[in-house]
């Protein structure tokens, strides 16, 4: 088994974070055209808790190295990963526990993202994925799969941090534009009422 561990800070508040993790693999991130399909499972509210749950499939289409492909024995262009989310309004964090169904009778990819407030304008990202290769007794393979996923995993975590600093910059700007559209709205409304009443 080999560990990968990732940690960054978003110069963004948590709820700004919180709320522009669902788009994370919109068209605004350039960096994650990989990603083919987000379905959403299911989604549920514990009343007691107020915890968002939701289950998400993930489609993503990334090629593996000839040697990799040869090793599983076909094509290892598209796969897919359940993702559990959990998003605590009161705690002030977001979970997301994600594992691979594709090829997870050999590989196993258990990873866990957690987000939480540093303070007002920060909020800190923690990563962890477990790595093991489920391929019996040959330790020199297993190694080399775990060393390349892990590989896989370092790119990744770059291209992930620049790719959902841009969304949270366009959420910014949409966010801020429909508050300063609301007010214009909200500033003609009382104008109006103004005249009529005049």
């Not at 788009?23 to 987000?38: G, L």
């Not at 590989?151 to 966010?175: D, H, P, T, Y």
């Amino acid at each position: 088994m080999k560990v990968f561990s990732n940690s960054e800070t978003f110069n963004y508040s948590w709820e700004e974070v919180s709320t522009a993790n669902w788009r994370k693999y919109c068209p605004w991130n350039q960096k994650s055209t990989h990603v083919v399909a987000v379905d959403t499972l299911t989604r549920t509210v514990d009343p007691d808790t107020g915890i968002l749950r939701t289950e998400r499939l993930i489609t993503c289409r990334q090629s593996a190295p000839d040697w990799l492909k040869s090793l599983m024995g076909g094509c290892m262009d598209e796969s897919q990963v359940l993702e559990t989310s959990y998003v605590d309004p009161r705690n002030k964090t977001v979970t997301m526990v994600s594992s691979n169904l594709t090829w997870s009778n050999l590989i196993n990819v258990q990873e866990t993202v957690v987000y939480r407030p540093l303070n007002e304008h920060q909020t800190k990202f923690e990563q962890a994925a477990q790595i093991t290769a489920l391929c019996g007794g040959w330790q020199r393979i297993k190694n080399s799969i775990e060393d390349t996923l892990v590989k896989r995993f370092r790119e990744n975590a770059i291209k992930g941090k620049e790719g959902f600093e841009a969304v949270l910059a366009m959420s910014r700007r949409a966010f801020a534009e429909e508050r300063e559209r609301e007010g214009m709205m909200l500033l003609q409304g009382q104008a109006q009422n103004i005249r009529a009443a005049a």
